[in-house]
């Protein structure tokens, strides 16, 4: 067997090996496309024909949706109902009255004093206790009122009037909105007065009234000193 030298040229050197031509991308891409439309067909084919669905089916479905819609307007209605029915209890809550001032002596009640008509009930106290609202209402007077003194009026929501006189000072301003047990001013002894008191006047209508049997309508006893409906309300 005949050696091959080293130095003798190698036969096969420079023989380059023709690679296989790759795919075309083309044909990649072509290959794809189908093989997406075959499965997108197939997905049609699975999906029912809405007109060759069984009609009972449809309306089954309709009357679905019907009672759906119908549901959600009774809940929505009933809603409102509750909220409606929230507010007619709140508006429908009893008024409250108040006694004006706590540990008072009660002086000179309405009626003929000394000749002259007193309009009024007297609240004997010491100067500087706070008194306070004895019903909702709106201040029409704050200031100097003549002989009352430093007085306050407040205008209820009927269009009665509660004045407080003979005051040492004002806590309110004209205008101001108060509710029953906001505080006014303090007791004192301004203006035509005897001593240290609280006057307190109710006028309806523009007219002076006894504010002792027209308190107690109300549930407030201002001899006894006795707020019987607002005992009532802070008891339920």
């Known amino acids: 067997m005949r050696q091959r030298l080293s130095s003798e040229p190698d036969r096969y050197r420079g023989r380059r090996r023709v690679p296989t031509p790759p795919r075309s991308r083309y044909a990649a891409v072509v290959t794809t496309a189908f093989v997406g439309a075959g499965v997108v067909a197939l997905g049609a084919g699975a999906m029912p024909d809405a007109k060759s669905v069984n009609p009972s089916v ?39 009255w108040l006694l004006p001032l706590q540990g008072y002596d ?50 209820h929501s009927d269009g009665s009037e509660a004045i407080y006189g003979h005051s040492q000072a004002l806590s309110v301003q004209v205008g101001q909105q108060v509710k029953a047990g906001d505080q006014l001013g303090l007791v004192g002894n301004t203006g035509h007065s005897y001593g240290s008191h609280l006057h307190l006047e109710i006028h309806v209508k523009g007219e002076p009234r006894d504010p002792v049997p027209y308190l107690q309508e109300r549930g407030v006893d201002i001899q006894l000193q006795v707020e019987a409906i607002y005992n009532e309300v802070a008891a339920s």
Do not use: C, N
Request: aromatic share 8%; net charge negative.
């Open 58 to 96: 449809l309306d089954e479905l309709k009357a679905a949706s019907t009672l759906s819609q119908d549901a959600a307007a009774r809940a929505d209605s009933a809603e409102r109902a509750s909220r409606d029915s929230g507010r007619a209890e709140e508006a429908a809550e009893p008024e409250v």
């Open 106 to 155: 009660f002086k000179s009640p309405y009626g003929v004093r000394w000749g002259k008509m007193h309009t009024g009930v007297d609240l004997v106290a010491p100067e500087g206790t706070p008194y306070v609202a004895i019903h909702d209402g709106t201040v029409t007077t704050a200031g100097w009122f003549g002989g009352y003194g430093y007085t306050v009026i407040v205008q």
